[in-house]
């Protein structure tokens, strides 16, 4: 999978511009403030429909300007694929390939692309919401389906909630009106899980094999999934209806919903201890690298072909090791990377090296 050429359109501090890229590694370097992690993000977003900086999508858009319009030509297989963005008054519209897009599941999941930024160590360091956010990511990438239950399960949540905090007391008709959502909640909440748990296990595998390279073979990475505050073997999901049956009272009474794939977890472990409390900057800093790597490995396998790489700025937040460990991953054949940095690094110089200048909003290849 590679990124031929992208345009940006009113995107951030892009008002116009142009953008080809090389089959191997792609240097973006310039100052700080200038865009270099604007161009990463409109990839992402291309793709993915998504961004983790922004919480509205009109955000992305350019200050006065109105809307935004976004292109990428990719290849996957030798097959051409362009995709087509346009955000106006945070309603948005793709096209693949010149098609309309109806859903998400059209066009998420054509091309891979793994995004690793110095913000990704809050996976270990923060709490729940990041490693659920980091998992579905990485999962609606591969299964479109879990795009289609965490759709469901968000619309049946925000309805549940709804009628909790408007309703006070107790009586058979809110039961029958809780039941009936819960019912939509426990369809789409098992799919949630049984597809987070599938990739917790893969990505323990991976993880564990890469880390035992940058840190230390000595050293045990384990991930347990968290569900309703107990551990899950693997391959089992909980009975979500009896679970949210068992809880309505508790519900009606704090007027919130108390359980669901909405409040689970990821416990990440180092030697039989949380990573977040006991493991050092540097073990958290390697953990998190090796997730990231894990991923691309992961989409490798699935796919049969490695995902973009997108690095942002990631190079000045490894110790000397890691960093050499990285370059060589991305060195190797067949795998694309675009990668931004304040300062170029001499090891990635190479026939095939593409480079942009960026300053001010524009990127120029030298």
């Given amino acids: 999978m590679r990124i031929n050429s992208l345009i940006l359109r009113n995107f951030r501090n892009y008002r116009r511009q142009e953008l080809d890229f090389g089959p191997a590694i792609n240097v973006l370097s310039g100052q700080n403030g200038q865009g270099k992690t604007n161009v990463l993000e409109s990839v992402f977003f291309l793709l993915t429909g998504k961004s983790q900086r922004i919480r509205q999508e009109i955000e992305l858009v350019t200050w006065g300007e109105d809307s935004l319009y976004l292109s990428g030509e990719f290849t996957v297989r030798e097959r051409r694929i362009q995709i087509e963005s346009f955000v106006r008054a945070n309603q948005r519209a793709v096209r693949l390939n010149g098609v309309p897009c109806r859903r998400m599941s059209d066009y998420v999941g054509l091309i891979n692309a793994v995004f690793f930024t110095p913000d ?24 479109p389906a879990h795009i289609a239950a965490l759709n469901q399960y968000q619309k049946a949540l925000k309805q549940k909630s709804a009628l909790l905090r408007r309703t006070r007391g107790d009586d058979a008709n809110l039961r029958a009106l809780l039941e009936s959502w819960n019912l939509q909640l426990a369809a789409a909440g098992t799919k949630i899980i049984s597809h987070r748990l599938e990739y917790v296990v893969k990505l323990q595998a991976e993880c564990q094999a890469i880390f035992s390279v940058i840190f230390s073979a000595d ?129 990635l110089k190479g026939k095939e090296t593409v480079f942009y200048s960026v300053k001010g909003g524009r990127a120029e290849r030298e």
């Avoid at 990704?120 to 299964?143: A, H, N, T, W, Y």
């Avoid at 919903?257 to 990821?266: N, S, W």
């Avoid at 190079?315 to 460990?325: I, T, V, W, Y």
């Fill in 120 to 143: 990704d160590l809050e996976i270990v360091k923060k709490g729940p919401m990041e490693r659920r956010r980091f998992i579905d990511f990485m999962i609606c990438q591969s299964k």
């Fill in 219 to 347: 050293w045990l990475v384990e991930m347990t999934y968290i569900s309703m505050g107990r551990r899950l073997p693997k391959e089992e999901t909980p009975d979500l209806a009896a679970i949210f049956s068992e809880r309505m009272g508790q519900e009606i009474e704090r007027r919130a919903v108390l359980a669901g794939p909405h409040r689970d977890d990821i416990l990440i472990a180092v030697n039989e201890k949380p990573a977040k409390i006991f493991a050092s900057q540097g073990q958290q800093r390697a953990l998190v690298l090796s997730m990231k790597l894990a991923e691309m490995e992961i989409f490798r396998k699935e796919k049969e072909e490695y995902p973009l790489l997108l690095l942002d700025d990631v190079l000045s937040e490894l110790d000397e090791k890691r960093r050499g460990f990285l370059l060589d991953y991305i060195n190797a054949p067949g795998r694309q990377t675009l990668i931004t940095m304040t300062e170029r690094d001499a090891r």
